[in-house]
């Protein structure tokens, strides 16, 4: 009897989960996340860097083009910018602040 316990204690045990270590499964996602995030600090320095370079390159053409679009749209990009300053400020609850909504 005691062969047929032990051959099911072995049996049994094949399907019990693995051990589980918490502090070292903490360091691992720890360092698992302090990878990640030195990837996305370099991805987004990269692109800032690229984008950056790109824009002083490009000054010289885009000011002129800048400078003759801003003229006209002035007074629509100051209303565009009072009405997103009016919605930042209100949150959200522009219908409720104009007596709209009860």
Known sequence: MKQADE?????????????????????VMEQVMRRRFQEDVALLSAASLLGGGALWALWPVLQPALVAISQGLAPALGAVALAACAAMILGGRAGSALGLES
């Open 7 to 27: 051959r099911l204690k072995a049996l049994f045990a094949q399907d019990e989960p693995a051990a589980f270590d918490a502090p070292f499964s903490m360091a």
